[in-house]
């Protein structure tokens, strides 16, 4: 545990620098930070500090004894490639949020506190200012997601998706097709180069189901999924696939609720 700072916001390259002062005073097996903004920008850092290996953007993580497999997307997304770190300690990686279920707490493990001396930094960028943004919606955590893709009827589509919504009270999700495309921000891109998410229903509107997009929602409890295409992938993973135009289908929703 290191002292607190008189600001409760550290720079990553703050964080990098007292996780590597850890790990070289009580060297661990591995060190694991989330894939985030925050943990990309750390984590390279406290590898290039220690001398270890990183791997990326994990979806998946196993113990085959002191071996730490590593499972993460390749070529594209088109494959899952299983990493081990071999004759470098510690091992490292950045773990995809909501890519696993969460273990069950287990009180009866304990273990002691050790206070680490932040060692001295001398920053190389001087923050000025901070600006933050109105709280939106966010799709991590999100129970209930509505997410469109480039067959969910272009602007048009997505504009009943943002209704529908907003009468569901849940976050928009897109594809990355439908990103690239404009027609939503990339906050709401699900998949591999967007925000991997496991909510309880997954709607998803005219999305084909690429490989890199189910690398994002594959672990949703439920998935219902409605393409024109009934040969399109994600039927694949749906539990429950509708085989019909998605404005028409968004209509029909849209009209029940105002029922």
Request: contains cysteine.
């Given at each position: ?24 005073e009580t060297p661990p097996l591995a060190i694991l930070l989330p894939a985030t903004v925050y943990g990309r920008a750390a984590a390279p850092q406290v590898a290039a500090l220690l001398g270890a290996g990183l791997t990326a953007d994990c979806t998946g993580l196993a113990m085959e004894g002191d071996l730490l497999v590593q499972t993460r997307p390749a070529f594209g997304g088109n494959i899952l490639a299983e990493i081990v770190g071999t004759g470098s300690l510690p091992q490292m ?167």
């Open positions: 545990r290191a002292a607190p700072a008189a600001s409760t916001v550290r720079t990553a390259y703050e964080t990098a620098r007292i996780v590597a002062a850890a790990a070289k990686a950045t773990v995809r949020p909501k890519a696993m279920p969460a273990p069950v707490l287990d009180y009866s493990r304990t273990g002691s506190v050790k206070p680490l001396a932040v060692p001295k930094l001398d920053l190389p960028l001087r923050l000025l200012r901070r600006v933050c943004e109105a709280p939106a919606q966010t799709l991590t955590g999100a129970q209930l997601i509505v997410a469109g893709g480039l067959g969910a009827g272009g602007r048009e589509g997505f504009a009943k998706l943002s209704e529908l919504a907003g009468r569901l009270g849940c976050p928009l999700g897109a594809s990355r097709a439908a990103v690239n495309a404009g027609l939503a921000p990339y906050a709401a891109q699900v998949g591999q180069t967007g925000v991997t998410v496991r909510p309880k229903l997954y709607l998803a509107f005219g999305i084909s189901g690429a490989v890199q997009h189910l690398a994002g929602m594959g672990a949703s409890d439920y998935i219902i999924a409605v393409n024109t295409d009934r040969r399109a992938p994600i039927f694949d993973h749906a539990d429950y696939g509708v085989v019909a135009d998605s404005i028409e289908v968004m209509d029909l929703l849209l009209k029940q609720l105002e029922s």
